[in-house]
């Protein structure tokens, strides 16, 4: 039982495994944790209020029955909550180990079984339990961070599954600070992590009461100017002209006006137009599929100009140019182009010198906040990167730096064409910069939303509201943590701006609603004892597609064998093998195959996705995978399908989904003719699966065939006839695991023969690019390691 300590200001729990005087005791918070180690839980707490150290108070008590597995969406908060363990556990630092990609994967394997407490990626625990790397059966408490993600692919929903299998004792502890305003949604959490109950707090609970610091808020309006409404109008013509031909087809209703339709009304709207193309090859379902595309493109640009500003807009047209004057550019791009009236907008911004006066309000705030406490921090938040930049930019110009405003731009890692992101390093170096001072403002997308260690902050700008709760609450989060916090959020009047803004206030109203309802079904159980509405809570039944999904999951993991015609056969005769492109664990189809049976071993190959003999090797395609290979010249598929066929005797390509036909305006012909030349010219059978389960049910069967009964091993790199000898040196080395054959074809232009190769010390090795000191090590650990049985 944990006791407190006292000090001068602050009372301390007290725990053999806590260090002395390190966690600060909350009532809230022992409360909260005495509950999860009864069952397991799911909190919600606001931002701040310390949901790591509830986790932290869990851990030290379930800690002497087992592991602790401890799970965070992101790289930089893995690093965040590891270094928090070592800061305040009593224990020895090589206990708690960090799961990250930088770590092989036969060394994580061994560092499983050494330790006691493993922080890290949930990609990379699937991707080790695919692989039976390592099990989860002595994991006696597994932590889900933002457990909110908990829904769909995610890797928590499968580690989750696995764990509720696998476990001795198994203890869920899910934390978040907004699980979502729709009730199903907050259900489908419970569901996927398995937890009993919620148990949640506000700011307005009287335990918690005490430790929150007020937080002002305002919104501020910025009217339009003439000009910008003028640019609008024009576009708004365009916009029109493409609904009423929508509407000629018969695809939206009459008198609906293109400012009244939502971008979800848009999607879904595709959606039927693709289902009716499926059934029908007619002229007019092709020209609706592209004014949907223009109606979307249209209305992203009317949003723009009115909400972001003119320096988007333009970088906006200039890539729907790009677009439209390449090859591979969409048809809706082309069209646009054609419209005078819309090439007369585009000119029209391009020549415009002013700018949306939200920038002018937003750089006046700076300079107002920055001048009353020149050492505050501010983050600006903002949907777009183009938004990101043109912030900066003005900043820059205006010398800023003098007034004191010392801005920095923090984004993603995804980079584009001529948009580069942040690479996670530069992200971190960016935030201990923004921690030290040297940058006070912090102007961010959705990246700096959650997951990562940004400090509390003193101003919150919202450059333009957001419709989700969600993000609406992670992002005010980031101030009022320690000390009293502002938000400002700016709205251009008369424009969706303001339903955004009253529609997250809503949806967040709504959140607060359905957590106090579940709080309530607690409270009501603990006074009725096992009452029915315990029951209610805990079977949380799945709806829907997600109920079909999960009676098809459950069909083929109890009989996978039956589909394969095999009966009465145990797991143990059928033990399958399949060697897995590691990119694949992001689909459902590796989920399917490791429930039925299948040995998994994931590398990173070089040419196909699945492996199942060292003659048969199998493509993936979903059917917009496939489509988006015929159109994007950087994805040659044709050229994948000939290294496929001449590394492999029986090479498969797989078409998953839908009909191929009436997506992404390719038309029917092309697809046709593709397909005829990968069928006929090279020779490659082409099988179209309905979905993820389908196709691991034909690698099932196929995995069966070439294995069973005279079972032959899975060999990675085919059954090739006839290779030349330069060919054949490729193959010994990029034998060796994690070496690909940019680095096998390094190697042999560095060395000039597999001897030398051989004879190299590691220095040597680590000369050619791409080989850092691990693989270094590796190749000689290989190399020079006695053989075992």
Request: aromatic residues 6%; positive net charge; charged residues 30%.
């Amino acid at each position: 039982m944990s006791t407190t300590t006292h000090t001068s200001r602050y009372e301390y729990v007290s725990h053999p495994l806590l260090k002395e005087g390190v966690v600060e005791k909350r009532k809230y918070q022992l409360s909260i944790a005495e509950e999860a180690k009864k069952e397991s839980l799911m909190v919600v707490l606001p931002t701040g209020l310390g949901k790591t150290t509830v986790a932290l108070l869990v851990l030290v008590d379930r800690l002497s029955k087992g592991k602790i597995l401890f799970l965070a969406p992101t790289r930089p908060l893995v690093e965040q909550h590891s270094a928090f363990l070592k800061e305040v556990l009593n224990c020895d630092a090589s206990l708690i180990q960090t799961f990250t990609g930088t770590i092989l994967a036969d060394r994580r394997g061994q560092l499983w079984e050494d330790t006691k407490i493993v922080v890290s990626t949930p990609q990379i625990i699937e991707n080790d339990l695919l692989s039976n790397r390592i099990d989860l059966r002595d994991v006696s408490l597994l932590i889900f961070d933002e457990c909110h993600r908990a829904a769909g692919n995610y890797s928590y929903v499968y580690i989750a599954e696995k764990y509720a299998k696998q476990a001795k004792e198994p203890q869920v502890l899910g934390m978040t600070a907004s699980p979502g305003s729709d009730k199903e949604k907050i259900k489908e959490i419970c569901l996927s992590l398995a937890v009993k109950r919620v148990e949640s707090r506000t700011e307005y609970d009287h335990d918690v009461a005490p430790y929150i610091f007020k937080k002002d808020f305002e919104w501020r309006g910025v009217d339009v100017p003439v000009e910008i409404k003028k640019q609008k109008r024009i576009l708004d013509e365009v916009l029109e002209k493409r609904i009423g031909e929508l509407q000629k087809l018969g695809f939206i209703r009459k008198k609906k006006k293109g400012r009244d339709i939502s971008k979800t009304e848009l999607l879904a709207l595709r959606k039927i137009i693709e289902a009716q193309l499926a059934r029908q090859k007619h002229a007019d379902f092709y020209k609706a599929l592209s004014l949907q595309a223009e109606v979307l493109k249209v209305k992203h640009a009317i949003d723009l100009i009115e909400t972001q500003g003119i320096f988007a807009l333009k970088r906006y047209f200039e890539r729907l140019r790009n677009e439209a004057l390449s090859k591979e550019g969409s048809k809706a791009g082309k069209r646009l182009l054609k419209d005078s009236q819309f090439v007369d907008a585009m000119n029209t911004v391009a020549s415009y010198e002013g700018e949306h006066p939200k920038l002018n309000a937003l750089i006046e705030i700076l300079r107002e906040e920055i001048q009353l406490n020149p050492s505050t921090r501010i983050i600006v938040f903002t949907n777009y990167r183009d938004t990101a930049e043109m912030i900066i930019s003005a900043l820059y110009a205006l010398n800023s730096e003098k007034e004191g405003i010392r801005a920095v731009k923090f984004i993603g890692q995804a980079s584009k064409a001529g948009d580069k992101g942040l690479k996670q390093k530069e992200q971190v170096e960016i935030i201990n910069k923004f921690k030290e001072g040297v940058h006070n403002v912090l102007v961010a997308t959705s990246v700096a939303e959650e997951g990562l260690d940004i400090p509390a902050t003193d101003l919150v700008l919202f450059y333009e509201p957001i419709p989700s709760a969600i993000r609406s609450i992670q992002r005010k989060g980031r101030t009022a943590r320690k000390k009293v916090g502002k938000v400002i959020v700016l709205i251009a009047k008369g424009t969706k701006d303001e339903a955004y803004y009253w529609l997250s206030r809503s949806k967040e109203q709504e959140m607060r609603k359905r957590i106090s309802e579940m709080r309530m079904m607690e409270i009501e159980n603990e006074g009725a004892g096992e009452g029915k509405e315990t029951e209610k809570v805990n079977k949380v039944e799945p709806q829907g597609k997600e109920k079909e999904e999960q009676k098809r999951i459950t069909a083929f993991n109890v009989s996978p064998y039956r589909a394969c015609g095999v009966v009465g056969q145990s797991p143990t005769e059928l033990k399958l093998t399949t060697i897995v492109d590691s990119r694949e664990t992001r689909s459902g189809v590796t989920r399917f195959l490791a429930k039925a049976g299948v040995d998994l071993k994931l590398q990173n190959l070089e040419i196909g996705d699945y492996i199942v003999s060292d003659r048969v090797c199998i493509e993936r395609k979903t059917t917009l995978d496939f489509l988006d290979s015929l159109v994007n010249k950087r994805r040659n598929l044709l050229e994948q399908i000939h290294r496929l066929k001449s590394e492999y005797e029986k090479p498969l390509l797989v078409i998953e989904g839908e009909s191929v036909y009436g997506q992404r305006n390719v038309h029917p012909n092309v697809v046709r003719a593709v397909m005829a030349t990968i069928a006929i010219d090279f020779s490659v059978p082409i099988i179209q699966t309905k979905d993820e389960a389908d196709t691991a049910s034909l690698i099932y069967v196929i995995a069966k065939r070439e294995q069973m009964p005279n079972k032959t091993e899975v060999n990675p790199h085919g059954k090739k006839p006839s290779a030349s000898l330069k060919e054949q040196q490729e193959y010994f080395i990029s034998a060796l695991s994690n070496i690909g054959i940019v680095t096998t074809r390094n190697l042999l232009r560095r060395f000039k023969t597999i001897e030398r190769i051989l004879r190299a010390s590691k220095e040597e090795l680590m000369e050619v690019e791409n080989v850092g000191e691990k693989t270094a090590e590796h190749i000689k650990a290989v190399l020079s390691a006695e053989y075992g049985d």
